[in-house]
């Protein structure tokens, strides 16, 4: 019996287990949402949304904190890369703002030298969006996909504030043009019943 184990195994090793939630946990804070499978998005979800309240403290201590949870690295590399798409840009520019190409460097070998960091990136950029909300800053999308060798289902952790981000079909969701239309369709109507009462 497993008295006061908490937490999931995802039948790994421990170091190898760690490494794995601060890369996904890495993944979520620069592009916004990951897809992954059900399992390892209900093991990071929490630690992301530890990682947000450590942030949102601010300060050295907040600071050093997150650097001993998470591996600092550099984020945002693929913003100047020729093969990612516009459409990838867009909907990331959607949390934030993008930094320009000019602020990553490379050398002579393609190999980054100079872009931002993704601890400062969580405590300037991610932070600021839910300082005003007590927890819940993630959600978790079942998607109607398979991954091809296993087939387990895949699901996308994403954080609240992507409304408009990737849909379970891969299409843009027609819900908020529906809404538009019949707040638009009242308005006419009350402005239609003002103009035969006055």
């Not at 592009?31 to 990682?51: M, R, Y």
């Not at 942030?55 to 984020?75: N, P, Y």
Request: hydrophobic letters at 40%.
């Amino acid at each position: 019996m497993r008295h006061r184990i908490a937490g999931y195994q995802l039948n790994v090793t421990t170091d190898h287990r760690r490494a794995m939630l601060r890369n996904l946990a890495a993944g979520v804070f620069e592009h916004g949402h990951i897809v992954t499978t059900l399992p390892k998005a209900k093991a990071v979800q929490p630690f992301v949304e530890q990682l947000i309240t450590i942030a949102k403290k601010g300060g050295l201590a907040a600071r050093r904190e997150l650097e001993s949870r998470l591996t600092d690295r550099k984020v945002f590399a693929w913003v100047d890369d020729p093969n990612t798409s516009e459409d990838v840009k867009a909907s990331q520019s959607r949390l934030w703002e993008l930094p320009a190409a000019d602020a990553i460097e490379r050398n002579r070998y393609g190999e980054v030298r100079k872009a931002p960091r993704l601890v400062q990136h969580v405590m300037s950029k991610v932070a600021p969006l839910y300082k005003d909300r007590a927890g819940g800053c993630t959600r978790i999308v079942k998607l109607d996909k398979r991954r091809l060798g296993d087939g387990s289902n895949l699901v996308m952790l994403q954080l609240i504030g992507a409304e408009e981000g990737p849909q379970v079909k891969g299409r843009k969701s027609t819900r908020r043009a529906t809404a538009d239309k019949r707040t638009a369709f009242a308005k006419k109507a009350k402005e239609k019943a003002a103009a035969a009462k006055g």
